[in-house]
């Protein structure tokens, strides 16, 4: 049988069927993300509100590839999910060009100092430090805040005011101080913070804090701090 195009029926469901595919997966991932650790394939079927067969099979596929690890009958973020992410950029050279102010300023203040982008309506983490905060408030890589905390609102500018400070605004014993960063033609591309135990003087960290962010547009300028790549990175 075909269509009217010419073409046999069952292709023209095709493309439907390979995104359906591909949103369970991305759906599977992102609920092993917010799990925070690991995860059963009950869990995740009600997470996701797919069936725990399809589950099964995305899962079994997902683990083929090395975008899961299996422990027994719990799944997590395996490691081809990190190669994979390293690679995303959000602006040109900006990771690279913080890596080490991130480091001098945890050094100088003892903070805990995250470096965070606009994505969806939230402050991404792409760079970060843990300070003084751990365990009270881990902090990696890819955990987001809200927009009306410090980093959030220092990335929805523009400041005319200084730094955004937070003395406990969003969490008990938590203080925050927190700058845009921006590229030498004056583009915030990113919010610096740094985060600190109750009691600490926010001015001195804000001065940190901006003194870090000057020298991320001043490497930015330089065309950031990239480095070759290595041979051996590029297996997977």
């Known amino acids: 049988m075909t269509t009217g195009t010419g073409r046999p029926a069952g292709r023209e469901q095709a493309p439907e069927r390979g995104r359906g595919v591909l949103e369970g997966a991305f759906a599977l991932l992102d609920a092993l993300r917010r799990s925070g650790d ?46 994979l992410g390293q690679a995303w950029e959000p602006h040109p050279g900006l990771v690279p060009a913080a890596r080490l102010p991130l480091q001098r300023l945890r050094g100088v203040t003892g903070a805990s100092v995250v470096l965070t982008v606009m994505r969806e309506d ?35 500018g523009p400041l005319r005011g200084g730094p955004v ?11 925050c101080a927190s700058l845009p960063v921006r590229t030498p033609d004056g583009r915030t591309v990113a919010a610096l913070a740094g985060m600190v135990p109750a009691g600490r003087r926010l001015d001195a960290l804000a001065q940190a ?28």
């Open 38 to 83: 690991e995860a059963g394939v009950t869990e995740l079927a009600l997470a996701c509100g797919v069936p725990k067969g399809s589950v099964h099979r995305l899962l079994d596929q997902l683990v083929g590839v090395g975008a899961v690890e299996r422990k027994g009958n719990r799944y997590r973020v395996g490691p081809q999910l990190y190669r």
């Open 209 to 236: 804090v901006a003194e870090a962010g000057a020298a991320i547009t001043r490497a930015l300028a330089r065309g950031g701090q990239r480095r070759p790549v290595q041979s051996a990175a590029l297996v997977l």
């Open 165 to 175: 400070l937070d003395r406990e605004d969003v969490m008990e014993g938590v203080c």
């Open 122 to 156: 939230m402050a991404i983490t792409v760079g970060s430090v843990p300070g003084d905060l751990e365990p009270l408030l881990p902090i990696r890589d890819g955990i987001a805040f809200r927009l009306d905390t410090a980093a959030g609102k220092a990335l929805c």
